[in-house]
T-cell receptor
Framework: GQNIDQPTEMTATEGAIVQINCTYQ??????LFWYQQHAGEAPTFLSY????GLEEKGRFSSFLSRSKGYSYLLLKELQMKDSASYLC?????????FGAGTTVTVRA | GAVVSQHPSRVICKSGTSVKIECRSL??????MFWYRQFPKQSLMLMAT?????????EQGVEKDKFLINHASLTLSTLTVTSAHPEDSSFYIC??????????FGSGTRLTVV
């Protein structure tokens, strides 16, 4: 089975940095995705890691350690519009299994 | 980039009726379509995987006779919720997979069964 854990909620101040952790135990692994989702909307792709290490993309960075079954998404210079749910998803073959999502609230 | 058009975005139906949700890939061909369901504050749960021209593969616990999936062409996949009940009220979303574009999500359908 697939077990993907991430914190339920996080709150941070505008301009700050927030790190969202994701741990996974899955039967197979072909990569890990991070998505942003606003309520009632489709997920938006943020990052993809398949090898260990850090991937940087503007204000967003994602890290993966396959041996530890661990990833994190780093959001820098937080803006109010970053308030959303962030989903960690593990790819096994072609299927994606999602974590429950972390709701990030950015306060002024 | 790739776009998947999903309709309707919202639908309200009476208990016992059927509802059809369509996902169309625009400007690309999607041989594989995934269908998800998401309850409030919960994860996207994979319901089934459909491949063009073949029967859908359903995840454990998903009733294939209740959630009918058709993928008759490379640009259209449909999910029909038959004999809908209030507990089927949820957010349904499709995702097309291609080697070139990866996963492309539709915009989702909010189904409310009254």
């Amino acid at each position: 089975g697939q077990n993907i854990d991430q914190p339920t909620e996080m709150t941070a101040t505008e301009g700050a940095i927030v790190q969202i952790n994701c741990t996974y135990q899955t039967s197979g692994f072909n990569g890990l995705f991070w998505y942003q989702q606003h309520a009632g909307e489709a997920p938006t792709f943020l990052s993809y890691n398949v090898l260990d290490g850090l991937e940087e993309k503007g204000r967003f960075s994602s890290f993966l350690s396959r041996s530890k079954g661990y990833s994190y998404l780093l959001l820098k210079e937080l803006q109010m519009k970053d308030s959303a749910s962030y989903l960690c998803a593990v790819r096994d073959d072609y299927k994606l299994s999602f974590g429950a999502g972390t709701t990030v609230t950015v306060r002024a | 980039g790739a776009v998947v058009s999903q309709h309707p975005s919202r639908v309200i139906c009476k208990s016992g009726t059927s509802v059809k949700i369509e996902c169309r890939s625009l400007d690309f061909q999607a041989t594989t379509m995934f269908w998800y369901r998401q309850f409030p504050k919960q994860s996207l749960m994979l319901m089934a995987t459909s491949n063009e021209g073949s029967k859908a593969t359903y995840e454990q616990g998903v009733e294939k006779d209740k959630f009918l999936i058709n993928h008759a062409s490379l640009t259209l996949s449909t999910l029909t919720v038959t004999s809908a009940h209030p507990e089927d009220s949820s957010f349904y979303i499709c995702s097309a997979w291609t080697e070139i574009y990866g996963y492309t999500f539709g915009s989702g359908t909010r189904l409310t069964v009254v």
